[in-house]
């Protein structure tokens, strides 16, 4: 069966239908590596067992050239760029074909850039007044970080008086708790070592199709 590059299926790269797509997906996995062979197990892994959005982080050697190759050869991937701080490269990544930005922490210089690019930028944000600086600097979306600093009820308290943020918490976010967390009201989450802890490719292939499942259970 021939693999439509998911650009084809939104119509096109802006802000509203990358999110859309995020929340529809649910989760994102967080892909740390020492290297690009490393990685691209990882990724397979991930794609094989249903979990399609993957953040690349720019702690991974050589990212950009990782994302570039990743978005031309994985076209149903949809693929993102993460531990973003920075201007430069926040404009590299986009160049090299990264759907949407994530960072660690607000920056203005990147939020810029990704508004300039009509590029989706979800920011790291901890307090309820970093996420209304997100807010207010057209950021539909926020990352919650680090997560299990604040737990999963603490979207529950953000949400009571902020009710339009959508929140994707990263960090404290396992196979045992992501239920909690979607009841709290979170739009998609952020897993990396809960997901990729142990290093094998099959069992985080199995622990993917895990967490697909799972939010199909919980949404329905």
Not at 45 to 58: D, F, N, Q, R
Not at 131 to 150: D, H
Request: aromatic share 6%; proline share 5%; glycine share 10%.
């Amino acid at each position: 069966m021939t693999c439509i590059p998911i650009l084809t299926l939104l119509g096109g790269n802006n802000q509203e239908m990358i999110l859309k797509k995020l929340k529809e997906e649910g989760i994102v996995a967080v892909i740390r590596a020492n290297s690009h062979e490393e990685a691209l197990g990882y990724i397979k892994a991930c794609i094989s067992g249903g979990i399609k959005a993957v953040e690349l982080t720019y702690t991974i050697p050589n990212v950009v050239e990782l994302i570039k190759y990743v978005s031309e050869n994985y076209p149903e991937a949809l693929v993102g760029v993460g531990s973003v701080l920075n201007k430069k490269m926040a404009k590299d990544a986009i160049e090299a074909g990264t759907l949407y930005v994530v960072s660690p922490g607000f920056s203005d210089e990147v939020n810029d850039v990704c508004k300039e690019l009509n590029i989706l930028y979800l920011p790291g944000c901890m307090t309820v007044t970093e996420i209304m600086n997100a807010l207010s600097k057209g950021n539909p979306m926020v990352k919650l970080f680090p997560g299990e600093v604040f737990g999963a009820k603490y979207i529950k308290a953000v949400k009571a008086p902020i009710p339009n943020v959508e929140i994707m918490p990263t960090g404290g976010v396992n196979i045992d708790n992501i239920d909690e967390w979607f009841k709290m009201g979170v739009s998609c989450v952020g897993v990396g070592s809960s997901l990729l802890g142990s290093r094998d490719v099959k069992e985080i292939e199995n622990l993917a199709k895990e967490f697909v499942s799972k939010i199909e259970k919980i949404r329905n």
